[in-house]
């Protein structure tokens, strides 16, 4: 059974930061492009961030630039992503995804976790 398995997220004040973690299983995600996508209630799902599948390459959604990172460790099979300066538009559902790198910057991956939330308190 393929999973994607995230933890972390939260309440933070504005400002703050927050880590999350996605660790896949069920089989190997080395070569695939991996990261996070967002959902408000209501709203379309949105692109955050990739990370391709070595690891070398990333791209950001404009909104998170410069204050979120992305990493991944293949070994582990497991990506992290560290946000900082949080505003209380980042308030969302995170979902870690993989698939293509075209996919995952068109917020359609081929798998993705079960959501965490993060909240911001202005």
């Known amino acids: 059974q393929v999973q994607l398995v995230e933890s972390g997220g939260g309440l933070v004040q504005a400002g703050g930061s927050l880590r999350l973690s996605c660790t896949a299983s069920?089989?190997?995600?080395?070569?695939?492009?991996m990261g996070w996508v967002r959902q408000a209630p209501g709203k379309e799902r949105e692109f955050v961030v990739v990370i391709n599948w070595s690891g070398e390459v990333t791209y950001y959604a404009d909104s998170v630039k410069g204050r979120f990172t992305i990493s991944r460790d293949r070994a582990k099979n497991t990506v992290y992503m560290q946000m900082n300066s949080l505003k209380p538009e980042d308030k969302n559902v995170y979902y870690c995804?993989?698939?293509?790198?075209?996919?995952?910057?068109?917020?359609?991956?081929?798998?993705w976790g079960q959501g965490n939330q993060v909240t911001v308190s202005s």
């Open positions: 995804a993989a698939g293509r790198w075209a996919g995952l910057i068109e917020a359609e991956p081929t798998e």
């Open positions: 069920g089989r190997t995600f080395r070569n695939d492009a």
